[in-house]
């Protein structure tokens, strides 16, 4: 019995260390803007996340990504994998400009699907 405990508490912490790694690298620590009539959709899989700072840097899944660069790297992904959405985090002080530029890189490249993360009160 005491062999089986150990295995049991073994996998526990192993799925809480793997699950705190996976979203590790999906997060830009962003000041997201406040809204009150935002909902979450149920449904957030297969959904890229495109965070974009105050200073309009880009980041696909965590790794930074250069403007010219996302309109291909969105197109490869939507060639691969046909559902694919886009949820787009921007900083409370990104200029729209960048915002636009993003959502326009994601239309271009076959992505019609696309959120636009915000904080709930």
Request: glycine share 4%; proline share 6%.
């Amino acid at each position: 019995m005491a062999p089986m405990i150990d295995m049991v508490f073994l996998l526990l912490v192993f799925f809480m260390c793997v699950s705190s790694l996976s979203q590790a690298g999906h997060r830009v620590p962003l000041d997201l803007p406040e809204s009150t009539a935002s909902e979450t959709p149920k449904d957030l899989s297969n959904r890229l996340i495109l965070s974009i700072q105050d200073d309009g840097s880009l980041y696909l899944t965590g790794s930074p990504i250069e403007n010219d660069a996302l309109k291909a790297r969105l197109t490869d992904l939507i060639e691969t994998y046909p559902e694919l959405k886009l949820r787009i985090r921007a900083d409370k002080g990104t200029p729209f400009v960048h915002v636009k530029a993003a959502m326009s890189a994601a239309s271009e490249a076959g992505i019609n699907d696309y959120i636009y993360g915000t904080l709930q009160d």
